[in-house]
């Protein structure tokens, strides 16, 4: 069993920056994937930022150089570090864990 609560989403200006947090309790260890995906309205849900196997990074096309994903493992949390938002990151971030486990979702809205 794996809960996974996510917090840090709102509404930006465009420009702006915003910090995400995922928090997990229960099956957790190091060796499996844990990071951030996205879904906007009428899209797939796609690629943010992951830990991989081995605390190796990927970043998903549109979001590298401008987001960066980090990790507390005392507290079995990740952050998301957004910054030079822009409208079209406006979507629902999800916290994922092991390509399985997904949290509750947190809604990002950038406005221009």
């Known amino acids: 069993q794996v809960q996974l609560v996510e917090s840090g989403g709102g509404l930006v200006q465009a420009g702006g920056s915003l910090r995400l947090s995922c928090t997990g309790s229960?099956?957790?260890?190091?060796?499996?994937?844990m990071g951030w995906y996205r879904q906007a309205p009428g899209k797939q849900r796609e690629l943010v930022a992951v830990?991989?196997?081995?605390?190796?990074?990927n970043y998903g096309d549109s979001v590298n150089g401008r987001f960066t994903i980090s990790r507390d493992n005392a507290k079995n949390t990740v952050y998301l570090q957004m910054n030079s938002l822009k409208p079209e990151d406006t979507a629902v971030y999800y916290c994922?864990?092991?390509?399985?486990?997904w949290g509750q979702g947190t809604q990002v809205t950038v406005s221009s």
């Open positions: 830990f991989g196997s081995g605390g190796t990074i």
């Open positions: 994922n864990y092991g390509y399985y486990f």
């Open positions: 229960g099956r957790i260890s190091g060796f499996n994937a």
